[in-house]
């Protein structure tokens, strides 16, 4: 499956911003999808994750409650709606897609297929 993520850009803390991820190829329904972010210096992290129906939902702490994420299986498609953006949220944005067990949404070595970043920067 090819991934493409859009929808970054530059917007003040307190704002919103919704990132998107276009799924090609295989059967996109079949993945489990994540979003992890990486910003300078850092290693990447898990941000959120959803099982192949969406009916299940995953969060790293620092994102519950802003963060929501979502996918449209007829569309092809995975979102990530952000509010409340703080400035250390400021990263590369990147969507993935593997065969994952739920207890492992959180390890990037799950995932077996991956986007390009998307730059979210958030100024303060």
């Known amino acids: 499956v090819q991934l493409q993520a859009s929808g970054g850009g530059l917007v003040q803390a307190g704002g919103s911003l919704r990132v998107s991820c276009a799924a090609s190829?295989?059967?996109?329904?079949?993945?489990?999808m994540g979003w992890f972010r990486q910003a300078p210096g850092k290693e990447r992290e898990f941000v959120a994750a959803?099982?192949?129906?969406?009916?299940?939902?995953y969060y790293t702490d620092s994102v519950k409650g802003r963060f929501t994420i979502s996918r449209d299986n007829a569309k092809n498609s995975l979102y990530l709606q952000m509010n409340n953006l703080r400035p250390e949220d400021t990263a590369a944005y990147y969507c993935?897609?593997?065969?994952?067990?739920?207890?492992?949404?959180?390890?990037?070595?799950?995932?077996?297929?991956w986007g390009q970043g998307t730059q979210v920067t958030v100024s303060s």
């Open positions: 959803t099982s192949s129906s969406g009916g299940s939902t």
């Open positions: 190829g295989r059967t996109f329904s079949r993945y489990f």
């Open positions: 993935a897609a593997g065969i994952v067990y739920g207890g492992a949404a959180y390890a990037p070595s799950q995932y077996e297929y």
